[in-house]
T-cell receptor
Framework: AQSVTQPDIHITVSEGASLELRCNYS??????LFWYVQSPGQGLQLLLK??????LVQGIKGFEAEFKRSQSSFNLRKPSVHWSDAAEYFCAVGDNFNKFYFGSGTKLNVKP | DVKVTQSSRYLVKRTGEKVFLECVQD?????MFWYRQDPGLGLRLIYF???????EKGDIPEGYSVSREKKERFSLILESASTNQTSMYLC????????????FGEGSRLTVL
């Protein structure tokens, strides 16, 4: 069965520091992979997505993610975090039938 | 700008009441979804629809039903609300192309007393 694991529930980083949020998935075929961000009280906004091709994908707000098939991972990175990046981040896998499976989320706090 | 609109941001209902959550999208998307979001559990799929009048159960359909009479509108119905249905409900839509991304509404926070 498809599943997505985000092992870190909470992460705190200092403003200006680098960030990596982990995501591991279980899926039998080539996955469609997504990262979404949710600001407090809001819906989810797409940061980036991977369908095929280059395994390093660029997204909005300076985020990037790397697909590693051998590790079943799709980690999200940002070289320098801004206070406005404080939010909850969700990794998701989509299948060929337009169903999506979400991880439990990682809450990011940014210290001044 | 693409938009998914959920009619109510905040609702407070009593146990046993019938609750309707409405969702409208203006992107002509074929697929629409209702998710429930609870702390530590991420998003769990309640129901989804690939077309008008079509619906399929997600992972947690118990206690819920849905209606899709028009392409742009997808309603979630709690026939008899219970306290364990207190949650954030998120509606989303996507195009029919393989793994087209999801577009989300802002959510409806339901409290059942």
């Amino acid at each position: 069965a498809q599943s997505v694991t985000q092992p870190d529930i909470h992460i705190t980083v200092s403003e200006g520091a680098s960030l990596e949020l982990r995501c591991n998935y279980s899926y039998g075929a080539t996955p469609y992979l997504f990262w979404y961000v949710q600001s407090p009280g809001q819906g989810l906004q797409l940061l980036l997505k991977y369908f095929s091709g280059d395994t390093l994908v660029q997204g909005i707000k300076g985020f990037e993610a790397e697909f590693k098939r051998s590790q079943s991972s799709f980690n999200l990175r940002k070289p320098s975090v801004h206070w406005s990046d404080a939010a909850e981040y969700f990794c998701a896998v989509g299948d060929n039938f337009n169903k999506f499976y979400f991880g439990s989320g990682t809450k990011l706090n940014v210290k001044p | 700008d693409v938009k998914v609109t959920q009619s109510s941001r905040y609702l407070v209902k009593r146990t046993g009441e019938k609750v309707f959550l409405e969702c409208v999208q203006d992107m002509d998307h074929e697929n629409m979804f209702w998710y429930r979001q609870d702390p530590g559990l991420g998003l769990r799929l309640i129901y989804f629809s690939y077309d008008v009048k079509m619906k399929e159960k997600g992972d947690i359909p118990e206690g819920y039903s849905v209606s899709r009479e028009k392409k742009e509108r997808f309603s979630l119905i709690l026939e008899s609300a219970s306290t364990n249905q207190t949650s954030m409900y998120l509606c989303a839509s996507s195009p029919s192309s393989a793994a087209g991304e999801l577009f989300f509404g802002e959510g409806s926070r339901l409290t059942v007393l």
